[in-house]
Every structure is written in C-alpha cells, then in structure tokens.
C-alpha cells in the first residue's frame, strides 16, 4: 500500500478565498495565509483552483499563486482558466508543482496532448466530472497525464481497471466514514475537499485516526527506532543541518526522542532546547520553517545529518546560516550553481541509459538529433522574446528552459560540464 495524502482545496475568486465552486461565501480574505496555514498544520499537498471571470482577475490569481510558493514548502497543483499552452506555462512560472486541465471539456485532448510535449507528463494533471469521461478518454490520461483529479466520488473500484495513474478525489462530503473509505481504496493517492479544507482541521491528528484503520499516510518512516541512535548523558543526539539544494551547513542543534518522533511525524525539523528545557519546532514563531528532505545517521549512530528545505533565515541572526563568521582562511559565503547543473545532467544522462515511460526527456532522445536541435533554438528564441517583457520571471524560467535543453544535447553528443568549464577556463 503507497502513502496517501491530505491535500487541502482553496477556491479563489476575486483575490479572496470561497468556500466551494457554487458557493461564493468568502472564507479567507487572506489567501496566502490560507495556504500557509494548511502547510503549517500538517497538510501534504494544496490544490488551488482559479475561478476568475476575466484576464484581469486571472493576472492577480496568477500572482497569488506566486506568493503562495514563497511561502509554504509542500507542493501545490492549480487549475482553472486554462484555454491555451500559455496559460499552463503562467501556472508552472507561478511555481506549481502540476497545472491540472479540465479533460471534460470538448476538444481537451489536444491541449492535453499539446502541453505535456512541451512540459513534460509529470507537470499536468487532468480533472474529470464523470466515469464516462474517464471511460472514453483514458487513453489519453494514460499517455500525457501524471495525476487525476475525480470532482467527486466515483465508483473508485470501477476506476481501478481503468487507469493506473494516481488519483486525488475532491469531494464535498463531511463525513470521516467516507473520508477513510476513500483513502482506502488502492488506486486513490490522496482525498481533498470541504473534509480536509475545513479551518479547524488538524492533519497531524486525523493522520492518526487514519494510521488506526491501517492507511498509511506519512511521507516519512524511520528504517531505525530512536533507541537505536547513541544519545548523550541527558538523551540528546547532535543534528547537523544542511540545506539539500545549496549543500550550504545551515545549524547545529540537538533532538531527544520526542522531537525526533514529531520531526518523522509532521515533516517539519524539531529540536530540543537546552537552555529552555523544552522541544521546539524550527520556524514556528517566525515562519523560517525547515522541511525534511532526508534525515541520515553517521557510522557510529551518534550524530544526525538533516537535509532540509529551509524557508527564509536559519540563524536568529537573520544570516541563511549559523556559519556565517570566518575565523581561519578565506571561506567566501557562496552558493555553487555547478552542483545544480551536474545534477539536473545526471538525470538526463540516467533518463538516456534507463528510458522511463512518459518522459519528455526520454521523448527527445527517441525523437533524434534534429528534435533535439529544434528545441534549443526555439528555447533561444523564447528567451529574446521573454527579455523584451517587463517580468524577469520569464526570463529566468526561458533561461532554464534552454539550459535544461543544451544539457539533452551534451548528453546526446556526449560533452560534459568539465568539457565546458575547461574550455571557459582555457578562455
């Protein structure tokens, strides 16, 4: 059995949250703090959908969403006034995980089919209103979709034989019978809703009731008990915490056991105070929370290594880090956008030797060189086209755009990032 996730829901219209589609009561005039309430407390995944009339109202959604990703730290998928590629690149730019299109509406497909060429599969999700849609459009699902979102409770073992791709069910049901029903059913990665979205749901505590009818629901399991690790005399073990995507050491604190169980628990980094003799979660007064990536323990299980998504400042400081004061040597405070680029190339080099279906990185190696080549020109010529607009978003996401591109190429002509800083250095 997979994990399963709480993925609450937020309408937005007019800039403000409402409580359902049919129903424009305003539930949060503060949506960006909606949406970090729910990171804060538990939830896995958002799901945002845009209910605007107009360009206008569509161009402030769009802005909300990107301050909705500055500050939580689980992904988020949105959807909603989606017409053309444009519309799913605005959505992607603002930060989403997947932009999910509406695969009831007529002629779906070939936006569908359109849209995950060029983003690729694992960036679009479909939502769907009925079983007989699925029925007759699964194939398409299968092929360009990577999640499915049922707009209400379908007969879910119907569904299991028709598409093996996971599925959110939003639904309005208030009921905890049906929420874990629901949860239950083999081929449903997630439930969302009124259920999960309400503003007094505690997802730590729900996972809970859940764990007791035997769903699984964490994203974290601990392969070793706490008993296990070597602690100190008062029962604390050191945690060294590094930023997973710059490597940059960002603190040292300690954690007993019961922080270690609320670290596993919620996701969040949690530590033990010494000086106030108490547990405290990282982030929870001034919102610079820490989000687990991977915790590892050392050769002797005396030490832990947290690999961490950290949100703002991790030094009280206001400094990124604690270790920020050199006292020997020269140690430049930097971030290494060369361990970034290696890694994005070493996955498109194991994308090459070990094809993984609906991949758009596999898509271009079968398609050939002159595919290849095609796509880092009109990704040059996007890049012009975005330097011309006023919003440097684009720009830096044209930019990736054509760099993850040239990176196909150097693996399909078999040149690496030392052949290119080599020739730079030689310059």
């Known amino acids: 059995m997979s994990y399963k996730r709480l993925t609450p829901c937020i309408f937005i ?3 403000k949250a409402i409580k359902w589609f049919d129903d424009h009561t305003v539930i949060a005039n503060d949506v960006i703090a909606l949406a970090k309430s729910y990171g804060e407390h538990g939830a896995d995944e958002l799901l945002i959908f845009d209910l605007s009339d107009n360009d206008k109202e569509h161009d402030q959604t769009i802005g909300i969403l990107k301050k909705i990703n500055r500050v939580i730290g689980i992904p988020m998928t949105a959807g909603g006034n989606i017409h053309r590629l444009e519309d799913v690149k605005k959505i992607l730019y603002a930060g989403a995980k997947r932009a999910m299109l509406n695969l009831s509406k007529t002629d779906s497909e070939n936006l569908i089919e359109e849209v995950s060429t060029r983003f690729g599969k694992a960036r679009i999700a479909v939502s ?16 360009w979709c990577s999640e499915v979102v049922f707009m209400h409770r379908l007969d879910l073992n119907s569904v299991e034989y028709l598409t093996e791709i996971p599925c959110v069910v939003l639904t309005d049901t208030m009921e905890q019978s049906e929420i874990l029903k629901i949860l239950k059913s083999d081929r449903v990665k997630g439930v969302s809703g009124m259920f999960v979205s309400h503003e007094d749901m505690d997802f730590n505590e729900f996972k809970e009731i859940c764990a007791g009818e035997g769903i699984r629901m964490t994203s974290f399991e601990s392969i070793l008990d706490f008993s296990e690790l070597k602690v100190n005399e008062q029962g604390l073990i050191p945690v060294i915490t590094q930023d997973y ?17 609320h670290t596993v628990k919620t ?3 949690t530590y033990y105070s010494r000086s106030r003799k108490q547990q405290w979660v990282k982030g929870e007064t001034s919102g610079h929370f820490q989000y687990v990536k991977s915790l590892t323990v050392d050769c002797d299980k005396d030490t832990i290594l947290a690999r961490v998504e950290q949100i703002g400042a991790a030094c009280h400081t206001g400094n990124r880090t604690c270790f920020f004061q050199t006292i020997i040597g020269n140690d430049a405070e930097y971030r290494n956008p060369q361990q970034i680029l290696e890694s994005v190339y070493r996955t498109i080099q194991d994308r090459k030797k070990n094809p993984k279906e609906g991949s758009y990185t596999n898509y271009l190696f079968d398609k050939g060189i002159d595919k290849i080549l095609k796509k880092v020109g009109e990704e040059a010529t996007e890049i012009v ?13 044209e930019i990736s755009d ?14 690496t990032w030392e052949d290119v800083a080599e020739e730079l250095a030689n310059r």
């Not at 007989?132 to 699964?138: G, P, Q, W």
């Not at 995507?245 to 169980?261: G, H, P, R």
């Not at 086209?385 to 996401?397: L, M, R, V, W």
């Not at 591109?405 to 002509?413: G, I, P, R, T």
Request: net charge negative; glycine share 4%.
């Open 245 to 261: 995507q710059t490597k940059d050491v960002l603190m040292m604190a300690y954690m007993n056991e019961e922080a270690f169980e």
């Open 385 to 397: 086209i975005a330097a011309k607009n006023s919003d440097p978003e684009e720009i830096k996401y």
């Open 402 to 415: 054509f760099l993850y591109h040239a990176m196909v190429l150097m693996v399909e002509k078999g040149i």
């Open 128 to 143: 769907l209103n009925d079983f007989d849609t699925l029925f007759k459009k699964h194939h398409c699902v299968e092929k």
């Open 13 to 15: 219209k007019n800039g």
């Open 267 to 269: 996701g969040r980094m």
